[in-house]
């Protein structure tokens, strides 16, 4: 991987947060500052919430991200944001393909690309998740399932800056469970080799986050694999302490 990525620990709030989150907010902002030579923090919070952040995130190195796209402009869809929307709130990134959204909303790989597309057209990264069910690993059908989830939702349109891959095994969202560190590893280099064969160099420089049930007590082991490049954090984003602990992994990097 080229020695210029530089890590992303991102902080999914899923449909938690009120007005009243600020305080965490600010705090997460004062740590993303002291790490920003280390790596990249950012917070995904419901959208309802991004332009106050993007108001209070102003000159911080904290960056901010949607947590879904529709995959059109602007139109008749009730209820749906479009990226540029997202982008005009200040994100700089969105995540596409999440399992609560595949599982919830019946999102498609085709669809999940579609957005990830739109990302793009707005000028917003990409975060693309991808992950197996618990009886898919058991089948032991992971690679097989993920490769087809890779070759389905990612555009042709990524690049290093641009598409950040969060493998996310079901089975180990919100649950505390985790795959085992050889788990992780294995579905990660695999990724990467995915990645370089379709992108090349750019595919090489793509950022890979495991995600699911990282929290401070495992953060060091996870984080530390090879092809790990960052981490997409659930529950522990909640609060400043716990999501900091985690991207502090990378302080002494
Ligand atoms: P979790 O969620 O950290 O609460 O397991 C991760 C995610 O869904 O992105």
């Keep these: 991987m080229a020695a210029s990525v530089r890590p992303l620990v991102a902080?999914?709030?899923?449909?938690?947060?009120?007005?009243?989150?600020?305080?965490?907010?600010?705090?997460?902002?004062?740590?993303?500052?002291?790490l920003a030579d280390k790596a990249e923090l950012m917070v995904c919070p419901p959208a309802t919430l991004l332009a106050q952040f993007n108001w209070a995130a102003k000159g911080s190195k904290l960056t901010l991200g949607g947590q879904d796209c529709h995959a059109k402009v602007s139109g008749a869809h009730t209820g749906d944001i479009a990226a540029e929307m997202l982008k005009?709130?200040?994100?700089?990134?969105?995540?596409?393909?999440?399992?609560?959204?595949?599982?919830d909303h019946r999102e498609t790989d085709a669809e999940v690309k579609g957005k990830a597309a739109a990302a793009h057209r707005a000028g917003l990264t990409a975060i693309v998740c991808v992950g197996e069910q618990k009886s898919q690993r058991e089948a032991g059908e992971t690679l097989a399932v993920v490769g087809g989830q890779l070759d389905g939702s990612l555009p042709d349109t990524a690049t290093a800056a641009t598409l950040v891959v969060a493998y996310e095994p079901v089975w180990a969202i919100?649950?505390?469970?985790?795959?085992?560190?050889?788990?992780?590893?294995?579905?990660?280099?695999?990724?990467?080799?995915?990645?370089d064969e379709r992108y090349g160099a750019e595919g090489n420089g793509m950022r890979i986050l495991y995600g699911g049930s990282v929290k401070p007590s495992n953060?060091?082991?996870?984080?530390?694999?090879?092809?790990?490049?960052?981490?997409?954090?659930?529950?522990?984003?909640?609060?400043?302490?716990?999501?900091?602990?985690?991207?502090e992994v990378y302080a002494g990097a």
Excluded at 181 to 194: G, L, T
């Design 11 to 34: 902080g999914n709030w899923k449909m938690n947060g009120l007005a009243a989150a600020m305080g965490e907010f600010n705090g997460i902002k004062a740590g993303a500052d002291k």
């Design 174 to 195: 919100g649950t505390g469970l985790t795959p085992t560190p050889a788990d992780v590893a294995e579905v990660h280099a695999f990724i990467r080799k995915k990645l």
């Design 219 to 247: 953060a060091k082991e996870l984080l530390g694999l090879p092809h790990v490049n960052g981490a997409l954090v659930g529950g522990a984003s909640l609060k400043a302490t716990d999501f900091l602990a985690i991207a």
């Design 88 to 103: 005009d709130a200040g994100a700089s990134a969105v995540i596409v393909g999440h399992s609560e959204r595949r599982t």
